[in-house]
Structure formats: C-alpha cells, structure tokens
C-alpha cells in the first residue's frame, strides 16, 4: 500500500509561487497515476491537477491551468505541484491522492496524504 506525505504549503503573497511536493512510500508508485485536490473552508474538495504513471499524460482544472504544473520523478517517489501567480483563492488545504488510472474524479483515488496548507494574502 501506497502511503503519501505532502509538503510544501505555506503563506504566500498574491502573485507568488509554491511548490507542493507529495513523498510516496513503497515500490508501486510509479505504477499509479497521481493527483492534486484542494478543499477551501466550507467547500467541497475540487480537482486540481493529475498526471499518469509515466508522467507524459497531464490535466488540470481550468481554474489552475496555465498557473500550475504537475510533475513527477519516479525515481524519488515524489510528485509535484508548481503554483505560480497564485490568488486568494487558491487559499485550501492540498490533497495528494494516488488511482490506478487517474481522472478528475476523487472517488477514484486511494490513498491520499493529510493534506498541507497553502494560504494566499491579498
């Protein structure tokens, strides 16, 4: 089984940039497509970003796209989110989650990471 640990998050201003990474254990990583989610306050989680297994296959809500760039190294059994030109809300906890196939859909995922939190200030 899979077990994720996402780092990254933090306080940033409008405008800035993170870059979330999503440490995985076990041997099966690179078999697995991963994902990004994020649940603000009072919101339901959302789609952000996923990637496939090989890392040439990517997609992403239309809200980040353009400003976000999901990669992988298999390798390092770590997954990235690279969040430029962030804006207020963008503010969420992040969620890094493993499916076999992918997709925007979160039920499709297992497991997932605690989550880290990214804040933006205006």
């Known amino acids: 089984q899979v077990q994720l640990v996402e780092s990254g998050g933090g306080l940033v201003q409008a405008g800035g940039s993170l870059r979330l990474s999503c440490a995985a254990s076990g041997r099966t990583f690179s078999s697995f497509a991963m994902g990004w989610f994020r649940q603000a306050p009072g919101k339901e989680r959302e789609f952000v970003a996923t990637?496939?297994?090989?890392?040439?296959?990517?997609y992403y809500a239309d809200s980040v796209k353009g400003r976000f760039t999901i990669s992988r190294d298999n390798a390092k059994y770590t997954v990235y989110l690279q969040m430029n030109s962030l804006k207020p809300e963008d503010t969420a906890v992040y969620y890094c989650a493993a499916a076999p196939r992918g997709g925007y859909r979160d039920m499709a995922y297992d497991p997932w990471g605690q989550g880290t939190q990214v804040t933006v200030s205006s």
């Open positions: 990637i496939n297994w090989n890392g040439v296959i990517t």
